[in-house]
Structures are given as C-alpha cells and as structure tokens.
DNA sequence: CTTATACTTGACCCCCCATTCAATTTTACT
DNA sequence: AGTAAAATTGAATGGGGGGTCAAGTATAAG
C-alpha cells in the first residue's frame, strides 16, 4: 500500500560506483552523485543514507563484481591452481574496458585518499581485498600441495607477492599504462613463484 | 628596500607538503594548509599562487627528497648496481619514518586521485616518477653489461618489474602493513631480476 | 626622515558543499 | 472513493570551500 520505487537500484549503485572509482570520494561531491545517476537530492538520502552510507554502499557494488570475477576464475573448479590464478589476472585487469582499466582500482585508490584513516571506511576496504587474498591463498596452498609452488615460498608470502604486483599493477593503469605492458608484468610476478 | 619575508619558504613547503601527502589534494584545504604551515591567507597566494599552483611546488618539494635519495643511493658512485638499487628501496620506503611510510607516497597518492586527469598535474607527477626510472634503468644497463641481469630480461623490462613493485609496496603501505613484510616483498622482486 | 617597495593581515566575497524537510505524488488496501 | 504508506521533489539551510583586496607594517635606499 505504497508508492513503488521509481529507481533501479542496481543501477543507482552502479553509476555512483563509476563515480568514486573514477574521481574518487572526496571528489564526487552529492551533485555529481545525483547527475551520474539520475536520481534526486532526496532520494538519494532517503533511500542509500548520507554521502559515507552511500560510498560504501557502492564499495559492496564493486565488491560483487570482484566475487563474480573471484568466482569464475579462482574458484573454478575446471581450472587447476595456476591457470586459475591467471584467469584472475585477466578478469580482473586484462580483459576489461580501457576506460575501466584506466580508473585503476576502486579500493586502491581509496587506500590513497584520505577516506582511508576513517575506521569504518577501512575496514569495508580492507575486507574486500582480503576476500581477493583468501581466494588466492586457497589456490596456493592446492598448488603447493601439488608441488606446484616454488620451494622456499610459502603461501602466504606467494600472496603478498600476488596482491602487491595487483597494487602496483593498477597504479600502473591510472598512470596509463597499455594492457601490453600490464600483462607481462603479471606474467613475469607468477612466473616466480610457479613451479 | 622592501619588507623582508617573514616565513621560511622551504618550512611551509614541507608542511603543506606532509599536508597533502597525507590527506591528498582534495581533502586538503586552504585552510588546513594555513593551519599546518603556519602562515596566513594572503601570504599564501601572494607567495604561492592558488592551491593547484601550491600543490605542484609541494610536488617539486616532494622531489627535491627523490633526487636525494636517488643521489646517495642509485647515483652513488660506491655502490655497484644491485647494490644502489637495494640502497634506493631502504632510502625510499624501508629506512624512514614509520609515519611517512604509512602515508605511501604523494605521487601514487595523486595518480589515484582525481587531480590524475589534470593534464598539468599530471606532467609534474609522471615527471617524478620518470626521474626515479631512468636512474634505475641507468644502473640496470651497468648491470647487463657486467652480465648481472638475468638473462631474457630486458633493461627496459626489469625498471618496469622494480617500478611496479615499488608502487605495489606504497599501496600496501598505505595499508599499514609492516616493514619486515614490505622488506621481503622488495628482496623477492629483485632477487628475480638478478643474476 | 621620507619614501618606495614588498610582505602581512584578516575581513570579506561568492559559490558550492552536504544535509534537511515540508509539500506533493503515487500506489495498494479497505 | 477514501486513506494510509512510502517515494519523490526541489527549495532552503548553514557551513566551509577557494580566492580577493584594501589597509597596515616593516624594511632599505635616498
């Protein structure tokens, strides 16, 4: 017995992401959130809160996307440990839109903005990428047991190799870098820890 | 025949320098940089310009602390190759305040910001960054030629290998993890371009 | 001592920031 | 048709954003 919501929320989300990956939270300031996606001042507040409820509200977006990508490469069970771990690379760098490379990553850039010393903010960041580094380490520890993991490596440093070649990897992106170049360094970091 | 200046030009540019390293350029406002340098408004613009004028010289500022650190390390003349090049990475992330560690690096910092699509912005950032690479490219040829890089690696390759790590080491900086960590994840990087 | 020159100061400007809210519209149930 | 519930709207608010400027102040040359 109610008006029916006029918006997609999918959508919603979706645009505002784009936003705060591409110029970041301090950037995106409410009007630009409004024009991107179409929606109203009030709207916006009543339905997706204030400005920091909505930012992270939009980090779960891209959050989703990542567990789409973590879910049809390192956790697909046709792919053995390395090839998976690769098709993680691409999915998540490679074989996206230039645009999108070219924004980098949504958590990294957050890391680097000043939204990065507010406790909550953090923590949804943070919990993101670990969610990447779990995955990870699930497919080291089945290559390690396959002796597929370079000896004196362990699988827990393998993944910090993994995700600082990832950080950098999406520095470079911003910094214009062409999937070339990107590509052979992701090759070069997991050829060093393959066995 | 004129008042003298009051400030001292080099204190108020590290300040506002530590300003926007820390917080970024957008969180940055006028006047928390009249707070943290100590100076007033108009001193401010009249001395140096607006804020996007500032922030490029804090850029250079930011610089002059690279070419140091490249001088006594990449650039020193007692130290063979591989040897500048670890000195490079103890001067730039290992061997320095724990709080300037955690704040990464301004210009990774900025790349992931918005200011990344200010073209002028950007010329002074990249700048900065191509100092950095062409000294380590610089050390890596003497490396090839005394046959100390790993074969079918090229020069231009591995300052790509050591630039993308040493980003991936500012993000996680950033990311507050510790320095033993970064440490080993800088070794490994290198320990795969040297022969 | 006077004067030209530059630095310093903070009040002031307009604009855009995030946020609120009362009025309006649209629906579903009775 | 009437009404309760929720969504929508955009004007309004207070505050802080970046930037300006006229007045005041300190200096060195003449």
């Known amino acids: 017995m109610a008006r029916p919501v006029e918006f997609d929320e999918n959508k919603v989300l979706n645009s505002a992401m784009e936003q705060f990956w591409r110029e970041g939270y301090e950037a995106s300031s409410v009007q630009k959130l409004l024009d991107c996606t179409g929606i109203n001042r009030g709207t916006l507040y009543n339905s997706f809160g204030d400005k920091d409820t909505f930012f ?18 390192l956790k697909n069970p046709e ?14 760098v490679l074989n996206i839109s230039n645009k999108h490379r070219s924004m980098g990553c949504l958590l990294v850039n957050s890391l680097c903005e000043s939204i990065n010393y507010d406790k909550d903010m953090k ?7 670990a ?16 002796s597929k993991l370079k000896k004196g490596v362990s699988v827990e440093f393998a993944a910090d190799v993994l995700m600082n070649t990832l950080h950098g990897v999406r520095v470079n992106s911003r910094d214009g870098k062409n999937n070339r170049q990107l590509k052979e360094l992701i090759k070069h970091s997991i050829n060093t820890l393959k066995k």
């Open 79 to 92: 792919l053995n440990a390395w090839d998976s771990i690769n098709a993680y690379f691409d999915e998540a």
């Open 56 to 73: 992270k509200s939009c980090v779960d977006q891209y959050h989703k996307i990542i567990d789409k990508q973590i879910e049809s490469s």
């Open 131 to 146: 969610t990447i580094r779990k995955a990870i380490v699930a497919r080291l520890k089945e290559a390690q047991k396959k």
């Open 123 to 129: 923590k949804v960041v943070r919990g993101s990428l």
